[in-house]
Every structure is written in C-alpha cells, then in structure tokens.
C-alpha cells in the first residue's frame, strides 16, 4: 500500500520560512517523479513544484520560482519543499504527489499539510 505523509506545515508571518517534507512509502520512490501542488480556499489545486527521479531535474511554477526549492533522498524515501520569502498568497494545503516514470498523471497523492501565512 503507498502511502505518502506529509510534515512541516505550521503558521509563519510573511517573509519567513517552511519546510516541508513527504516521506513516501509502499513504493519503488526512485522510479517516481515526485511533486508538491496546493489548494487554497476556494480555489483549485494548483501545481507548485517537480522532481525528477535521480534530483538532477526540477521545475516549477512561475509564482515560486526563486523562493521555493524542491529536493529528494531517494535513500529515504523523502521529497522536501524548502519555502523561503512566503507571501500571505502561499496559504495553502500543500500535498505530495507521485508520478511513476513515463505516466501522464500523478498516481498517488498525500493527505497534505496546512501553511497559513499571515501578513
């Protein structure tokens, strides 16, 4: 059964920083690109950043760009998202995603964390 958990949401005033981790199990993580979407109140679930299998490869999207910095330990299974310069418009429930490599979708998804960034 896979199973990725999510960790280190919390509150913090804008400007500051989070870290967020995933740690994933019940699945073969370096055969998997690894991503983190959000979703806020009232809005649909948007994509924040990617990983691709051996960590070399990252993206994101253009509103994190330079703030926020995805990477992984494919030894522990573990995908973080360091947040850095956080605007109260990164309030969110951030979710791990899985992608097995050469799908078209994320395949597994966690229960998220919450980040409230207050202004």
């Known amino acids: 059964q896979v199973q990725l958990v999510e960790s280190g949401g919390g509150l913090v005033q804008a400007g500051g920083s989070l870290r967020l981790s995933c740690a994933a199990s019940?699945?073969?993580?370096?055969?998997?690109?690894m991503g983190w979407f959000r979703q806020a109140p009232g809005k649909e679930r948007e994509f924040v950043a990617g990983?691709?299998?051996?960590?070399?490869?990252?993206f994101y999207a253009d509103s994190v760009k330079g703030r926020f910095t995805i990477s992984r330990d494919n030894a522990k299974n573990t995908v973080n998202l360091q947040m850095s310069s956080l605007k109260p418009e990164d309030t969110a429930v951030y979710y791990c995603?899985?992608?097995?490599?050469?799908?078209?979708?994320?395949?597994?998804w966690g229960q998220g964390t919450q980040v409230t960034v207050s202004s």
């Open positions: 019940g699945l073969t993580f370096s055969n998997y690109v």
């Open positions: 995603a899985a992608q097995r490599r050469g799908g078209a979708r994320y395949d597994y």
């Open positions: 990983i691709y299998w051996g960590g070399g490869s990252t």
